[in-house]
């Protein structure tokens, strides 16, 4: 079984920072890819990104590439989402999840292709 706790929201201004958190609990963390998505009210949940189980391979939405930045720590079972230049748009509910062990797709976006979720972590970015 797979835990996932996100940690680091809050309510920020447009235009600041914020890093988000995931810790894991699950041996097979460094062989697993792991995405970060986020739903805001009343709209579907998305992907933001995602980072494969080495670390070595990234995928971006559209909507953050060059903003956010995806990034693991593989002693300490954890990765990251560096958010920068916030903007209000960017305000939902972040959830990191992970993929099966050893799965990766140039492209990976759907929430299909991760199998465990977070409980997620309120981001509100203020105009």
């Known amino acids: 079984q797979v835990q996932l706790v996100e940690s680091g929201g809050g309510l920020v201004q447009a235009g600041d920072s914020l890093r988000l958190s995931c810790a894991a609990s699950?041996?097979?963390?460094?062989?697993?890819?792991m995405g970060w998505f986020r739903q805001a009210p009343g709209k579907e949940r998305e992907v933001v990104g995602a980072?494969?189980?080495?670390?070595?391979?990234?995928y971006y939405a559209d909507s953050v590439k060059g903003r956010f930045t995806i990034s693991r720590d593989n002693v300490k079972n954890t990765v990251y989402l560096q958010m920068n230049s916030l903007k209000p748009e960017d305000t939902a509910v972040y959830y990191c999840?992970?993929?099966?062990?050893?799965?990766?797709?140039?492209?990976?976006?759907?929430?299909?292709?991760?199998?465990?979720w977070g409980q997620g972590t309120q981001v509100t970015v203020s105009s």
């Open positions: 999840a992970a993929a099966r062990e050893l799965y990766w797709r140039v492209g990976i976006s759907r929430a299909t292709e991760f199998v465990y």
């Open positions: 980072i494969s189980w080495s670390g070595s391979n990234t």
């Open positions: 699950v041996r097979t963390f460094t062989s697993r890819s």
